[in-house]
């Protein structure tokens, strides 16, 4: 699977949008773009993914690039809860494995 | 109802013991995965299985064997422990083209 490229970490105002982003320039044709979160001492948690369009969810948001090689994960008003670790992963549909990277930690502020 | 579903949730045990985790999902899904995320925080694959048949084996010792006695379980048993096992270990199942489900995770301490 090809690799993605994320910030370490950012911030966010609670209420605001999170806009997170990942590079992916080496996405092959038939590799979707997933993206999940951690939060603390949890099982990572599915947010979202897509191929080449745009999709939203109860959760997120996925802007997908029109070359596919780059995307962002939109939390439109982001809360205190929100704070965590997400990743950016490429994954074909296979049963193959989901390699996660170090993913953005993101803190969400008062 | 939980969804992925693990025990025990917490493993405190000497070095050289063996011990068992179990892993249960209710979703119908065809593949499981065992992940380990070390102190550092960093969550990397250990096994893959599709439909009970083992896909993936990331180099991990074999003192680590896991099972799937049906589709919906995936156990890992693991012989002689040694502190550097010592971590969270995570189950997790998905659909070929979905995203995965994972477990509220195994806390395995080696004394």
């Known amino acids: 699977d090809a690799k993605t490229t994320q910030p370490t970490s950012m911030d966010c105002a609670e209420g605001r949008a999170a806009n997170l982003p990942c590079n992916h320039s080496t996405i092959s044709g038939n590799e979707y773009v997933y993206w999940y979160r951690q939060i603390h001492s949890q099982g990572p948690q599915y947010i979202i993914h897509g191929l080449k369009n745009n999709e939203t969810n109860e959760m997120a948001s996925l802007i997908i690039t029109e070359d596919r090689k780059s995307s962002t994960l939109i939390l439109p008003h982001a809360t205190l809860r929100d704070t965590a670790v997400y990743y950016c992963?490429?994954?074909?549909?296979?049963?193959?494995?989901?390699?996660f990277g170090t993913g953005t930690r993101l803190q969400v502020t008062l | 109802d939980t969804a992925v579903s693990q025990t025990p949730k917490y493993l405190v045990t000497q070095m050289g013991n063996d011990k068992s985790i179990k892993c249960e999902q209710n979703?119908?899904?065809?593949?499981m995965y065992w992940y380990k995320q070390d102190s550092k925080k960093f969550l990397k694959i250990m096994f893959s299985y599709n439909n009970k048949e083992l896909i993936i084996n990331e180099t991990v010792p074999n003192r680590f064997s896991p099972k799937s006695p049906d589709k919906a379980h995936l156990n890992l048993h693991i012989n002689s422990l040694e502190l550097g096992d010592s971590a969270v270990y995570f189950c997790?199942?998905?659909?070929?083209?979905?995203?995965?489900?994972f477990g509220q995770g195994t806390r395995l301490t080696v004394v």
């Open positions: 979703l119908g899904h065809d593949t």
């Open positions: 997790a199942s998905r659909t070929l083209t979905g995203g995965a489900f």
């Open positions: 992963i490429l994954h074909t549909g296979t049963a193959s494995k989901l390699t």
